[in-house]
């Protein structure tokens, strides 16, 4: 006889049986096809092309665009300090005044030299003049008269030694008077009135700037400073001053790029790349971080949104393209830089391509999507 325990185990997988029949038997209202997946949903964009003044904005550093350091050309005692410190100085305005009484002197000396050699070669071409005459019925010597030309000689050449003692003793006494090299804006004095200073020496009396124009320094990587090279080739490019990045806050003044390196840095693989600006107002300092906005004017250029891209592992970007039969096909995207939050295309895409904007995260190639117009967050 069947035991109570067999019989409840035999009733347990007659159960366990019907139910996974009545699971996997087709439902008689499922027609051809039933199963298969629908279509992944994606939402795309058609590209055109479209006009655009197109703007490149980069970090800078202010220069100057003139700077001299004031140093002394003679020994002396500072006596007067003529300027105030943090005002505009002009070329050639006087500075500092060192004690000049000893360059005075001597000058003094020098030109009283002068006039001893003048006199003395004075009296030797006339002696010269008189033994010529003599030599001729042979009341002197031919040797005597050598004798007097050459001393005329040497005093004509004493008289270039005295004037060129006199010059140097002038130059001397003019370098008393410390004067500005260039016109801009003078720093604070290292020295007052007192002090000794010495010709050439390390320590600069004071600094001189110029800042009306000034320098922007912009520096870009290698790759796009070349590509950007090729663009401003023989154009006047205007450049503006972004001052204050996050408020916006742009200098008055527009300047003009002047000025791209030919040589790559190796440690930051980046060219430099210099403006030059009005700085009527005296606002941009040297030192000052800006950001150089580089207008490069109105171009008919593709836009490809960067939510559109992804970026591959050797840095190179990518986006997914639809073919007439909704089928995904993925691209290779070569850009020239950016405007706003899109790409400027330049190969991989073209006006009319339809690209996926969102979903394209669940596709694979080739793989066919059910499309829908992307609207604008």
Known sequence: PVS???????????????????????????GPGAGQRPPVSVSVIELKSQIISREETLPGRITAFKQAEIRPQVNGIITQRLFEEGAYVEKLQPLYQIDDRP???????????????????????????????????????GQAYDDAKAEFDQAVASISIAEAAVTTAQVSLDYTRVLSPISGRIGKSSVTEGALVTTNQLESLSVITQLNPIYVDIN??????????????????????????????????KGELKFSGIIVDETTGSIGLRA???????????????????????????????????????????????????KAIPKNLVVSGSYQDKWIVTNGAEAGDTVIIEGYQKIRPNMTVSPSAWITP
């Open 4 to 30: 109570i325990r067999t019989l409840i185990v035999f009733i347990a997988l007659a159960a366990l049986a019907a139910i996974g029949w009545y699971i996997m038997a087709p439902s008689p209202q499922m």
């Open 103 to 141: 360059y005075r002197a001597a000058l003094s000396s020098a030109q009283a030299n002068l006039q001893s050699a003048l006199a003395t070669a004075k009296a030797s071409e006339a002696k010269e003049e008189r033994f010529k005459r003599l030599i001729s019925n042979n009341t002197v010597s």
């Open 220 to 253: 870009q990587s290698g790759a796009d400073a070349m590509r950007l090279r090729q663009e401003i080739v023989g154009k006047n490019i205007p450049v503006s001053v972004l001052i204050d990045k996050d408020r916006n806050i742009r200098h008055l003044e």
């Open 276 to 326: 030059v600006v009005p700085n009527s107002n005296d606002i941009l300092l040297p030192g000052l971080f800006v950001h150089a906005i580089i207008e490069l004017g109105e171009q008919d250029v593709v836009l490809v949104p960067q939510r559109a891209s992804t970026r591959q592992a050797d840095g190179s970007l990518a986006i997914w393209i639809l073919d007439k039969d909704n």
